[in-house]
């Protein structure tokens, strides 16, 4: 490997032309310019110069070595500037999030990016328990989780509650316990839970959702309110969800006397050294997820 210090004085002699000039340029003696040209020809075994008098001219092996070595230490300076950058606008930050959190935060993160280009926002869509590897194993740089399983090697923080809300489509108008038997259910991945938490708390005869007809179901977030606002069933999802639904005439969110919702933590891995541009997006995220759409 050529010393990086020996090829920054022989470049520097060779744009130059003069040692005395090189040598203040680079603080130096004239002697020490010298010597260092004669360790670089002497690790390479070649001769990089002829001297004429108090002139000089490059040798063939020196004029290559002038060409490739000012890359080289460009590119040298380059990677040094880049390693040492930490702008709050440059550079990407990878986070993930459940499905509703994730229809709720994103467009917000694309218009931080569309202000400033140079930060590139990765957002994955994905459950709790993949979150929480994904962070342990600093596949990512934040993760929006509803639960956690208070893992050792993360930083947790409650930034929000969502709501639960009960949806069915926009022509039923008043909800009774009979009128969800008779509509029946259309599940998706966490509907267990989410019903759970919400219908239990508002009707003394839930047990658990498989008392209601299964209408179908639906792994998509933005798909599971397709078959509700066709009239084929109810469901229970997150407000963000809810929200997000592109066809809302077609739906009716209906208010319980007892509210229900998801605590969400915005988490890290304690052992990782958090760059200034995922720092600025989590001090956004909690504002973004509280703001009333």
């Known amino acids: ?30 002697s020490g310019v010298s010597q260092h040209i004669k360790k670089l020809e002497q690790q390479l ?20 070595l002038q060409q490739q070595g000012e890359k080289l230490l460009q590119q040298t300076e380059e990677l040094a500037k880049a390693i040492k950058q930490d702008d709050p606008l440059v550079g990407i ?25 140079e ?25 929006l989780m509803t639960q956690t399983n ?14 639960l809300v009960l949806v069915t489509a926009s022509k039923i108008k008043s909800l009774s316990w009979e009128k969800l038997l008779e509509l029946g259910f259309i599940s998706h991945p966490d509907a267990a839970h989410h019903g759970q938490l919400l219908l239990s708390e508002n009707f003394a005869e839930f047990k658990h959702i498989k008392q209601f007809p299964h209408k179908g179901f ?17 469901t229970v999802l ?27 933590y915005l988490c890290h891995n304690k052992k990782t050294f958090m760059a200034s541009r995922a ?3 989590k001090s956004l995220i909690a504002d973004y997820l509280n703001a009333v759409k």
């Open 45 to 64: 075994d070649v001769v990089l110069l002829v001297r004429e008098g108090k002139s000089f001219s490059l040798t063939e092996a020196g004029t290559k």
């Open 238 to 264: 997150p407000l963000h969800a809810v929200n997000a639904f592109h066809n809302k005439a077609a739906i009716r969110m209906h208010t319980l006397k007892k509210p229900a919702g998801e605590n969400i």
């Open 218 to 234: 639906s792994n998509q977030i933005s798909l599971i309110l397709e078959p509700v606002s066709r009239g084929l069933g109810f």
């Open 1 to 30: 490997m050529i010393n990086p210090i020996w090829l920054k004085t022989f470049c520097t002699l060779a744009k130059v032309g003069h040692f005395t000039q090189t040598a203040e340029r680079l603080f130096m003696t004239q």
């Open 150 to 163: 208070n893992s050792t090697e993360l930083v947790c923080d409650k930034v929000a509650l969502e709501p």
């Open 119 to 143: 930060l590139i926002i990765d957002h994955a869509f994905a459950p709790n328990n993949q979150i929480e590897q994904e962070l342990i194993t600093r596949k990512i740089d934040l993760g």
């Open 279 to 281: 720092r600025y997006i």
């Open 93 to 117: 930050v990878k986070i993930a999030s459940p499905g509703s959190v994730g229809l709720k935060l994103y467009p917000q993160l694309l218009g931080i990016q569309q202000q400033s280009p």
